[in-house]
């Protein structure tokens, strides 16, 4: 996929014209990094911005005492560590590792800014692609400080499905390791290997490698 085509595909840069796209196109440098190579570490100082190209990446939190929260995964295509470009806050707000062998392009803060400040209506775009995060923020806030293991499990997989389905049985691949998975919901992997025993147990879902079978839909979205 050629630079251009690629910069289409990402929310932030969906409404840029032609003449924007080429700048862009022009400011991006690619880079490369190994499976398990840290791109950047939280609070080192922000002034890139990343589109991944190929190959997987993980932004992860850290606790004082070590433990990781892994906040999402970026597939190609994504745009990231963009956020604190636009804020006084000069670091990066997470830590971002490459989950396997990876490319990006990086664009710096000083082109974005040249492109923003000469086109009103990008900066209106940018304010509602932010505002749309921090609702879904919001949402998995919510869901690890109001709601029980069990129910943070369901929601995830519910993510996971078409967006419309009828189907009463369906199949939902996951993603990721159930380690990750259980990063990502704020629980522990033993946690979360219970509740899809339990989901089991009860004939609600199967489970095949990472391939999980729900047999019945309506008794799922019942819990």
């Known amino acids: 996929m050629d630079k251009i085509t690629l910069l289409k595909t990402i929310p932030f840069f969906k409404e840029f014209n032609t003449k924007q796209l080429a700048y862009v196109e022009t ?15 939280e609070n080192d100082p922000c002034d890139h911005a990343f589109i991944l190209k190929m190959g997987k990446v993980k932004g992860s939190k850290y606790s004082l005492d070590g433990k990781e929260y892994i906040v999402n995964f970026f597939k190609p295509g994504d745009l990231f560590g963009e956020a604190c470009l636009f804020s006084k806050h000069r670091g990066y707000p997470l830590s971002t590792t490459a989950c396997e062998d990876s490319e990006v392009y990086t664009i710096s803060r000083s082109h974005l800014k040249d492109i923003i400040l000469h086109d009103p209506e990008i900066a209106l775009r940018i304010l509602e692609i932010y505002s749309n995060k921090l609702f879904f923020l919001l949402g998995q806030l919510e869901g690890i400080a109001l709601k029980d293991v069990r129910h943070r499990v369901i929601q995830y997989i ?5 967006d419309q389905t009828c189907d009463n049985q369906i199949d939902v691949y996951l993603p990721t390791s159930q380690t990750e998975i259980a990063s990502k919901i704020g629980t522990a992997r033993e946690q979360l290997s219970r509740v899809l025993s339990k989901l089991i147990h009860d004939g609600i879902i199967a489970l095949d490698g990472r391939k ?7 008794r799922f979205k019942s819990i």
Do not use: G, H, W
């Open 158 to 162: 519910c993510s996971l499905l078409p």
């Open 27 to 41: 400011a991006l440098s690619e880079r490369k990094y190994s499976k398990n190579a840290t791109i950047f570490i």
């Open 212 to 218: 999980i079978t729900i047999l019945d839909m309506e």
